[in-house]
C-alpha cells in the first residue's frame, strides 16, 4: 500500500507569481487496488495542476479544510468544468458547514455537480482505501485539520491554524506532517493564528514525524529561511513544498 501527497498549490492567503493556493491531490492503492484519489482543499488555480495528473472524473472525493477563499474558491470552476462540459456523477465534498454557506451563495444548484457532506471536529469518514479523520485548529473561523491513514501509511494536514492548537493531538505513528508556515519568527509577536517556521517545527518535534514539509508560506517569504528555522526546532530535515512534487510517506 502507497500513501502519496502531490503539491498542487502552496502558495499562503494568495497565489505567488506563478503558483496556485493550497491544493494537494492525496492518492493510496496497492499493486491490485483501485487507487483512491481526493483532492484535499482546492485553492484557486488547483484544477489545472490537478488535471496535468489526472481526469476531474477519477477524483474520489473532495475535501475543504475551511471556508477562507485560497482554500475552496476553485469549486466554483469545477462546478462550470462538470455541469457544462464533463457531465457525470455529482463528486462528493466533505467541508465545513460555513464553507457550504458560502458555496450555496456561489452556486444555486450546488447539487448537480457536488454532493456534499457537513464534516466537523471528530468526525470520520472513510474515503475508498483511506480513513480520515478530523481536528479543529486554532483558526478565525471553523477549520479542520487532517490525519489519512491507509493501511500502515499515514498523513496530517494542519491546514491554517495558530499556535494555539497541537497536531500531536491527532495521534501517533504519523509518516507525514504537512504542516503550514505563513511567516518567520520575527512575526510571532504580532499574535496572528498562523504558524512560524520555527514554531512549526517545534510543534512537529511533539509528533515525532517520519517527515515534515512545510507549506502555505505568503508569497514573498524565503523558503531557505523557513527551512532552517524549523529545521532549529525540530531537530531534522525539513522540506518546503513546492508545486509538483509529489511526497510518498515512505519517505
Not at 512575526?187 to 518535534?205: C, D, F, K, P, T
Request: charged fraction near 20%; glycine fraction near 12%.
Amino acid at each position: 500500500m502507497t500513501l502519496d501527497v502531490e503539491v498542487l498549490g502552496c502558495s499562503g492567503s494568495y497565489a505567488a507569481p506563478g503558483g496556485a493556493c493550497t491544493g494537494f491531490l492525496v492518492t493510496s492503492g496497492g499493486a491490485d487496488e483501485t487507487p483512491t484519489n481526493v483532492w484535499l482543499d482546492a485553492g484557486p488555480g488547483t484544477l489545472g495542476r490537478l488535471q496535468q495528473r489526472l481526469p476531474l472524473a477519477t477524483v474520489d472525493a473532495i475535501v475543504i479544510s475551511h471556508e477562507h477563499p485560497d482554500h475552496w474558491l476553485e469549486l466554483p470552476v469545477v462546478y462550470t468544468a462538470v455541469r457544462y462540459y464533463l457531465g457525470g456523477a455529482p463528486i462528493p465534498v466533505y467541508g465545513t458547514a460555513g464553507t457550504l454557506d458560502l458555496a450555496r451563495r456561489l452556486l444555486a444548484e450546488l447539487e448537480i455537480a457536488f454532493t456534499w457532506h457537513t464534516v466537523t471536529a471528530d468526525d470520520v469518514v472513510d474515503i475508498g482505501g483511506q480513513r480520515w479523520r478530523f481536528a479543529r485548529t486554532d483558526h478565525y473561523v471553523e477549520t479542520l485539520a487532517c490525519r489519512i491513514d491507509a493501511d500502515d501509511k499515514s498523513a496530517v494536514f494542519t491546514s491554517d491554524t495558530g499556535p494555539g492548537w497541537h497536531p500531536a493531538s491527532m495521534g501517533e505513528g504519523v509518516d507525514l506532517l504537512v504542516s503550514e508556515s505563513t511567516f518567520l519568527s520575527d512575526r510571532e509577536h504580532e499574535g496572528i493564528a498562523h504558524l512560524s517556521a520555527r514554531q512549526a517545527g517545534s510543534l512537529a518535534a511533539e509528533v515525532g514525524p517520519g517527515r515534515l514539509v512545510l507549506t502555505h508560506l505568503a508569497p514573498g517569504q524565503e523558503p531557505g529561511a523557513h527551512s532552517a528555522e524549523a529545521e532549529l526546532a525540530f531537530g531534522r530535515p525539513v522540506q518546503v513544498a513546492r508545486a509538483g512534487d509529489r511526497i510518498h510517506t515512505s519517505g
